[in-house]
């Protein structure tokens, strides 16, 4: 039973270019949550999604980033005309449905803009 | 708005030393609690859940216990090991998404 898959696990964006991450939930998980880690800060939430559907985007800045959750295939994060304040850790988490239920998360990808 | 702290922010201790780590959170109302740890450029390993109604919960040397009316959640820590290094993240689960704390940095030396 693979874990959450996340990737690509390393990826260099010149400045302006656009930032596209995968998630892949562990199976049996409808919910996917998105977490951006900076350097020497601590994990900061982003968005929370069900299958076509976002539900909780009030941790997404407001300008280039968006997210998606399709029915079929992976949870993608898409940051658009990167900037180097985007450099960070992107970690992914997957849970069951239901409230009192823990999260599963994924390895990271460490975007670095250049 | 849900904050969570973390003392200390980094701890060394050697190496067969029981050790217990500090997370308080200022709103009670939660669902659940979560301790992870972390490697250096690694992802979250989940290793205790503690729903709002437990007390405590254990794994192997690990031992998480919850007191929810006082917002506070310590992780004990038995016969530290080396391995044990990495940081430590307490993470509350007030409503849909988990609020995490800055972490405490643990060193455990041989």
């Known amino acids: 039973n693979a874990g959450v898959m996340q990737n690509p696990r390393h990826l260099v964006r010149r400045r302006g270019q656009e930032a596209r991450l995968r998630c892949s939930p562990m199976?049996?998980?409808?919910?996917v949550y998105w977490y951006r880690q900076l350097p020497e800060e601590g994990l900061k939430f982003m968005v929370y999604?069900?299958?076509?559907?976002?539900?909780?985007e009030s941790g997404m800045p407001k300008e280039r980033f968006s997210a998606e959750f399709p029915k079929e295939g992976p949870s993608i994060l898409r940051i658009q005309q990167v900037v180097r304040g985007d450099s960070a850790a992107y970690f992914c988490?997957?849970?069951?449905?239901?409230?009192?239920?823990?999260?599963?998360f994924g390895s990271g990808t460490r975007l670095t803009v250049v | 708005k849900q904050e969570v702290t973390q003392i200390p922010a980094a701890l060394s201790v050697p190496e067969g030393e029981n050790l217990v780590l500090n997370c308080s959170f200022t709103d009670s109302a939660i669902y659940n609690l979560q301790w992870f740890r972390q490697d250096p450029g690694k992802g979250l390993t989940s290793l205790l859940l503690?729903?709002?109604?437990?007390r405590e919960q254990t794994s192997g040397r690990l031992n998480a216990s919850l007191d929810k009316s006082s917002g506070r959640s310590t992780l004990y820590i038995a016969a530290s090991q080396p391995g044990d290094s990495a940081t430590y993240l307490c993470a509350v689960k007030p409503d849909r998404q988990l609020t995490f704390g800055s972490g405490t940095q643990l060193t455990v030396l041989p």
């Open positions: 988490a997957s849970s069951p449905p239901g409230v009192g239920v823990g999260y599963t």
């Open positions: 999604l069900q299958k076509e559907n976002i539900i909780d």
């Open positions: 199976k049996g998980h409808s919910h």
């Open positions: 503690i729903q709002s109604s437990q």
